[in-house]
C-alpha cells in the first residue's frame, strides 16, 4: 500500500499502532470470554448451578457471538474498522456495568438464571464486533509479507486476555465478588475503545498508485461476482477453523472444572495451569506467524497442528483411563494430568493466526472482514456447543469420553483446514524451488 507521509497518522509506522488498537480490543473482550470461564468454579458456587447449568451459561456468551460475528463483519467491509470497533466495545462496556449491577451475586441475593444469561448472551452479541474488524484492518495496514506475522500478533490476543482472566479473575471473584469482575471488565473494554479511536483509521492510499504488487495479484485472483459467503474453499476452510477450535474450548471452559473434580488440584495449581496454556499460546502464535511467512509454509503447519492435537488429546484421554479413580493418590500422575492437559491446551491453541491469514488472503483484503466474521461464527457457534455438551459427555463415560471426543474433533478438522490438493501444491512448489535454485 502506499501510504502519504504527511501526517504521524500516516506513517508507515502508523500500522503498528493499528496493529496495537487491535490487539488491545481482541484481548479486552478475550478476558471476558475466556477468563469468565476460569472463574467456572466459583461461579458455579456462586450463583448456586450444576454442573449441566453452567456448561449452558458458560456457553451462552460463545452463542451471542457466534449469532453477532458475520453482521458484524459485513457490517465491517461497509462502514470501516473503527466505527464497528468503536461501536461494539462501547456497548460491550455498558452491558457489563448492567450485570455488574443486577446480575452479580451477593450474601443476600443469588439473581436469577435468566439474568445471568441475558447478560451473558448480550456480551457476546455486542463483542463479536472486535474480531472481523481488527482482522480487517490488519489486512488493510499490512503488506502480503508481513500478515502472517501481524495476523498472528493479533490473535495473541486472545491468549494474552485469556492468560489475564485466567491470572486475575479467580482472585477478583473470590475476594471482591463478580460485582467487582464485571466492572474490571468494563473497564478494559471503555480503555480499549479508547485506543480504537485514537490510533484506528483507514490506511491512506495515493489515488493513482497502485496498492502493491501483492495487492494488485490477491485482486486479480479474487472472483469477480461471487464473495466469501458464495465461495466453497472459504467455507472448507471456516469449517475447519470451527472444528479445530472444540478442543480447545474443552480445555478453556471446562480445563478447571477436569483439574479440580478428577485431578484434585488447588487453585494455586489451576491457575497456574491455565495461565501456562494462555501464555505458551501466545509464543507459539507469534513464532507460527513468522515462521510460515518466511517459509510460506501455512498449509504443512496447519496439518502438523492438527495431527499432534489428535495425539496429545487421544494420550489424556488414555491417561485418564488408565488412573481410573485414583487421580489423587499419586503426586506424579496428577503432575502428569497437569503436563498432558497444558500441552495440549498450548498445541490446539497454535495454530490461528496463520490458519486466519490462510483465510483472508483466499478472500482478499477487501472483503476480509466477511471472511473472517464467517469464521468467528463457527467458532463461537462451537464455542457454544462445546460446554454445553460436555457434561452430558461426562455423564455418559466420563472424561475419557470428553478427551476422546476432543481427539476425535482435530481429525476431522485436519483435512478441511489442508486438504490432499493443498498439500500436494505446496510439496510441488517447493520441488520446484529447489530446482531452480
Not at 470470554?33 to 466459583?42: D, E, K, N, R, Y
Not at 491468549?159 to 466492572?183: D, E, M, Q, T
Not at 474433533?409 to 505446496?426: G, I, K, N, S
Amino acid at each position: 500500500m502506499i501510504h502519504s507521509t504527511s501526517s504521524p497518522s500516516c506513517s508507515p509506522r502508523h500500522r503498528w499502532k493499528v496493529l496495537a488498537a487491535g490487539v488491545a480490543a481482541n484481548a479486552a473482550f478475550s478476558v471476558a470470554f475466556s477468563g469468565i470461564p476460569m472463574t467456572a468454579v466459583l461461579m458455579r458456587t456462586g450463583y448456586q448451578l450444576d454442573n449441566a447449568t453452567l456448561g449452558l451459561v458458560l456457553g451462552l456468551m460463545g452463542l451471542g457471538i457466534a449469532v453477532s460475528e458475520l453482521p458484524w463483519g459485513l457490517l465491517t467491509d461497509r462502514w470501516g474498522d473503527r466505527p464497528v470497533l468503536l461501536t461494539g466495545l462501547g456497548s460491550t462496556a455498558i452491558a457489563l456495568v448492567a450485570m455488574a449491577l443486577w446480575a452479580a451475586p451477593s450474601a443476600q441475593h443469588v439473581p436469577g438464571l435468566g439474568w445471568l444469561g441475558a447478560g451473558l448472551l448480550l456480551v457476546g452479541l455486542l463483542g463479536g464486533s472486535v474480531n472481523g474488524a481488527s482482522g480487517r484492518a490488519v489486512m488493510t495496514w499490512f503488506d502480503a509479507g508481513e500478515r502472517g506475522l501481524a495476523m498472528s500478533i493479533r490473535q495473541t490476543a486472545v491468549p494474552l486476555g485469556g492468560g489475564i482472566g485466567a491470572l486475575v479473575l479467580p482472585f477478583v471473584a473470590l475476594h471482591f465478588g463478580f460485582a467487582a469482575l464485571y466492572g474490571l471488565l468494563a473497564l478494559l473494554c471503555a480503555l480499549s475503545a479508547a485506543m480504537s479511536w485514537a490510533w484506528v483509521h483507514e490506511p491512506p492510499v495515493a489515488p493513482d498508485a497502485p496498492r502493491t504488487r501483492a495487492g494488485v495479484a490477491e485482486a486479480a485472483a479474487m472472483p469477480k461476482k461471487s464473495g466469501p459467503l458464495r465461495d466453497a474453499r472459504v467455507w472448507r476452510i471456516v469449517l475447519g477453523i470451527g472444528i479445530l477450535c472444540a478442543p480447545q474450548f474443552a480445555v478453556l471452559s471446562f480445563g478447571t472444572v477436569f483439574l479440580h473434580d478428577f485431578g484434585h488440584a488447588g487453585l494455586a495449581t489451576i491457575t497456574a495451569t491455565m495461565v501456562f496454556v494462555q501464555v505458551g499460546a501466545m509464543a507459539m502464535r507469534v513464532w507460527s506467524g513468522r515462521w510460515t511467512d518466511r517459509r510460506r509454509n501455512r498449509p504443512a503447519y496447519l496439518r502438523a497442528c492438527s495431527a499432534l492435537s489428535v495425539l496429545l488429546f487421544a494420550g489424556l484421554a488414555v491417561l485418564v483411563m488408565a488412573a481410573g479413580t485414583h487421580a489423587a493418590d499419586s503426586a506424579a500422575l496428577r503432575i502428569a494430568l497437569v503436563g498432558l492437559l497444558a500441552a495440549s491446551g498450548v498445541c490446539v491453541s497454535a495454530w490461528h493466526g496463520v490458519a486466519y491469514t490462510e483465510l483472508a488472503t483466499l478472500a482478499g483484503a477487501a472483503r476480509a472482514g466477511t471472511a473472517l466474521g464467517m469464521a468467528n461464527t463457527s467458532v463461537f457457534l462451537v464455542c457454544f456447543i462445546t460446554p454445553f455438551s460436555i457434561p452430558h459427555l461426562l455423564a455418559l463415560q466420563g472424561w475419557p469420553l470428553v478427551w476422546l471426543a476432543a481427539s476425535a474433533c482435530a481429525l476431522v478438522a485436519m483435512p478441511l483446514l489442508v486438504p490432499r490438493a493443498a498439500a500436494a501444491d505446496q510439496k510441488l512448489a517447493k520441488t520446484a524451488l529447489s530446482r531452480s535454485t
